[in-house]
């Protein structure tokens, strides 16, 4: 599976950006997808995933209510939509790809084995 992230940019304190997640290769309607941040420094955090092909989406807390996982199957597309953002939302955003993922490793990186490159979120205040 390869993944290409796009979408990131700089922008205000209250505004929004939707990074896009491209994948290519062998998905299925086992794959779940998820997007990660990371700052200099820090270990890479769980942002948001949508689990296979049902839909569910689970959130990190303090994300809930501001931004939305989704996707589009028929074009292999994962979107987070960032909605009010805020300054320590400010990181490099990934997002990645496992087709055995089960919900208990949902939020563990490590449990992931396909990166797309980063794009960076830049939220000034």
């Known amino acids: 599976v390869q993944l290409q992230a796009s979408g990131g940019g700089l922008v205000q304190a209250g505004g929004s950006l939707r990074l896009s997640c491209a994948a290519s290769?062998?998905?299925?309607?086992?794959?779940?997808v998820g997007w990660f941040r990371q700052v200099p420094g820090k270990e890479r955090e769980f942002v948001a995933a949508?689990?296979?092909?049902?839909?569910?989406?689970y959130y990190t807390d303090s994300v809930k209510g501001r931004f939305t996982i989704s996707r589009d199957n028929a074009k292999n597309t994962v979107y987070l939509q960032m909605n009010s953002l805020k300054p320590e939302d400010t990181a490099v955003y990934y997002c990645?790809?496992?087709?055995?993922?089960?919900?208990?490793?949902?939020?563990?990186?490590?449990?992931?084995?396909?990166w797309g490159q980063g794009t960076q979120v830049t939220v000034s205040s």
């Open positions: 990645a790809a496992d087709n055995r993922l089960i919900l208990s490793s949902l939020r563990l990186a490590d449990e992931y084995d396909y």
């Open positions: 949508s689990f296979r092909s049902y839909g569910t989406t």
């Open positions: 290769g062998r998905t299925s309607s086992s794959t779940t």
